[in-house]
């Protein structure tokens, strides 16, 4: 029997909201989102890029409505298909 020890569920993003890191490159689409973080998709270069407790800002991309979410994020998880990044700070939210 398996025991879910997350405090937070996880959301499936239907919405292709992409991941843009500070310099503004593409980091790759959000697959899953959760009150303490959220997962990205990405290519294998684009992960390798990235070390366990690396702090950075991201922006959260929504196409359709072309909102922008500037999130202070940590690095918790990092192999070829992805990286997994909690929250550590409040986001700003605006649109363009």
Same mark, same amino acid.
């Given at each position: 029997? &398996?025991?879910?020890?997350?405090?937070?569920?996880?959301?499936?993003?239907?919405? *292709?909201?992409?991941?843009?890191?500070?310099?503004? !490159?593409?980091?790759?689409?959000?697959?899953?989102?959760?009150? +303490?973080? @959220? @997962?990205?998709?990405?290519?294998?270069?684009?992960?390798?890029?990235?070390?366990?407790?690396?702090?950075?800002?991201?922006?959260?991309?929504?196409? +359709?409505?072309?909102?922008?979410?500037?999130?202070?994020?940590?690095? !918790?998880?990092? *192999?070829?298909?992805?990286? +997994?990044?909690?929250?550590?700070? +409040? &986001?700003?939210?605006?649109?363009?």
């Amino acid at each position: 029997m &398996s025991i879910n020890r997350r405090q937070f569920e996880r959301l499936q993003m239907s919405e *292709d909201a992409l991941a843009l890191d500070e310099s503004g !490159r593409e980091l790759g689409r959000v697959s899953q989102a959760g009150g +303490g973080g @959220m @997962m990205i998709l990405t290519t294998p270069e684009c992960a390798d890029s990235f070390t366990i407790g690396q702090q950075f800002r991201v922006t959260i991309l929504e196409p +359709g409505s072309q909102t922008r979410n500037e999130i202070d994020v940590v690095v !918790r998880y990092a *192999d070829a298909t992805g990286i +997994g990044l909690e929250f550590v700070t +409040g &986001s700003k939210s605006f649109s363009t």
